[in-house]
Nanobody, 124 residues
C-alpha cells in the first residue's frame, strides 16, 4: 500500500515563498506520475501541478505558472513544490497524489493515492 506524506505548509506573508514536500512509501513504490492539488474552503479541489516520474514532463495550472515549480528526487521517492510570490488566493489545503498507471495527470480522478494534505495560509 502506497502512503504519501506531505510537509512544509504554514503561514507566509503575501509575496513570500514556501516549499512543500511529499514523500512516498510502500513496498516497491512505482508511479507513473505525481501531482499537487489544492482545496480552499467552499471550493472544489483543483489541479496545481503534476510531474511524470519517468522523463520529467511537468504541467501547471495557469494560475500558478511562473510562480510554482514542481520537482522530484527519485532516490528519496520525494516530490517538491516550490511556491514563490504567494498570493492570498493561493491559500488552501495542498494535497499530493500519485498515479499507478497512465492517466490524465491534470485530473484528480486519475489519481490512485492521496496524502492527508498540508495547510498553506497566505496573509495579505
Amino acid at each position: 500500500q502506497v502512503q504519501l506524506v506531505e510537509s512544509g505548509g504554514g503561514l507566509v506573508q503575501s509575496g513570500g515563498s514556501l516549499r512543500l514536500s511529499c514523500t512516498a512509501s510502500g513496498r516497491d513504490f512505482i508511479t507513473y506520475a505525481m501531482g499537487w492539488f489544492r482545496q480552499a474552503p467552499g471550493k472544489e479541489r483543483e489541479f496545481v501541478a503534476a510531474l511524470r516520474w519517468s522523463g520529467g514532463y511537468s504541467t501547471y495550472a495557469d494560475s500558478v505558472k511562473g510562480r510554482y515549480t514542481i520537482s522530484r528526487e527519485n532516490v528519496k521517492n520525494t516530490m517538491y513544490l516550490q511556491m514563490n510570490s504567494l498570493k492570498p488566493e493561493d491559500a488552501a489545503v495542498y494535497y499530493c497524489a500519485a498515479i499507478d498507471t497512465i492517466g490524465d495527470i491534470r485530473s484528480s480522478g486519475a489519481y490512485d493515492h492521496w496524502g492527508q494534505g498540508t495547510q498553506v495560509t497566505v496573509s495579505s
